[in-house]
């Protein structure tokens, strides 16, 4: 790799719901700055996370998974993650080795065919699957896009991890720092914080909430002995019926929430804080041009 000259880019990670790319933006960065879920358009919004060392640095932007939007909060995600196609140096084209070729991917691939950025195929997962598979797999896709790169990773294990790091770098042109050194993420400490909160809701309520969970921040505050940072939360939901199974019995599901939360939190901030959680009931907002616009998803950002 030529170490000789300062480079920097943006790159994009693309792909389709649930195939490993809040996980390998955790990996590159070093820290959790985007939710990891087993569910289907987790990210909602796109995450820039830096990495940089001595010779470079890379902005890695985390988009929604590509879906057919059914709501306007998913017509959002869908404009966050087209308008990165043609913003970025690089886009980084995650698929699922286990899950093998979809509909998804080809429609992925369609849209690739108007854009003139170099394309990695970055094929994730590959600790779940036979090294044959993997050969058949590449050929597969290769048919399908001629990819700038094919690099088989496991996010999550970190397996060819820091190879993907270095071909990135390769690729990418001279160019200046962006960011500090020690900046990991271009969003305020509000955002990762509703973040890390509606991951543990996620996680612990599995099947029974659906993506219709928003968190927004009401207070964020140190506290007089200068040791606690005080958190107020709201947990909207869109049913009568979903408050009652976040809170759970007698607020053991809440509290639940709060305590892990809690504790990826403070790792967050390098401080104790004492979180305070409300769940609240708002019809339909994800269809509310008002209510995404308090949550963040600003139409008129992109």
């Known amino acids: 790799m030529d170490n000789t000259r300062y480079k920097s880019g943006f790159v994009s990670i693309i792909g389709r719901p649930n195939v490993g790319k809040s996980t390998l933006l955790n990996n590159v960065i070093g820290q959790k700055i ?3 879920s087993d569910k289907p358009q987790t990210t909602r919004n796109k995450v820039q996370g830096v990495y940089t060392d001595n010779h470079a640095q890379i902005v890695f932007i985390d988009t929604p998974g590509i879906h057919k939007p059914k ?9 966050v993650a087209y308008q990165t196609l043609r913003e970025v140096d690089l886009i980084l084209f995650v ?3 286990k899950e093998g070729f979809g509909g998804g991917d080809q429609f992925i691939i369609e849209q690739l065919q108007n854009v003139r950025t170099p394309v990695f195929l970055v094929i994730n997962k590959i600790d779940l699957i ?7 797999f590449i050929d597969q896709y290769r048919k399908k896009y001629n990819f700038t790169e094919i690099i088989p ?3 999550l294990q970190g397996n060819n991890v820091n190879t993907l790091k270095e071909q990135v770098i390769e690729h990418l042109d001279e160019g200046p720092q962006y960011y500090p050194a020690d900046q990991v993420t271009d969003h305020p400490e509000r955002f990762i914080v509703s973040e890390l909160i509606r991951e543990k809701v996620l996680h612990l309520t599995r099947e029974e ?6 968190v927004g921040i009401e207070q964020m505050k140190q506290r007089e002995n200068g040791n606690t940072v005080y958190i107020g939360a709201t947990i909207v939901v869109e049913r009568s019926s979903q408050k009652g199974i976040i809170i759970g019995k007698q607020g053991a599901l809440l509290r639940e929430i709060g305590k892990r939360a809690r504790a990826d939190i403070e790792a967050l901030l390098g401080s104790k804080i004492f979180l305070e959680l409300w769940v609240k009931v708002q019809k339909d907002w994800r269809n509310k041009p008002g209510f995404l616009r308090d ?3 600003r139409e008129d950002e992109y």
Not at 71 to 79: Q, V
Not at 209 to 214: D, G, K, L, M, T
């Open 209 to 214: 909430i659906p993506h219709s969970i928003a």
């Open 130 to 136: 036979h090294p044959d598979q993997l050969l058949q």
């Open 295 to 297: 949550f963040g998803f």
């Open 95 to 97: 698929v699922d080795a």
């Open 34 to 36: 985007a939710i990891m």
């Open 153 to 155: 990773i496991s996010a």
């Open 71 to 79: 709501h306007k909060l998913g017509d959002f995600m869908m404009k």
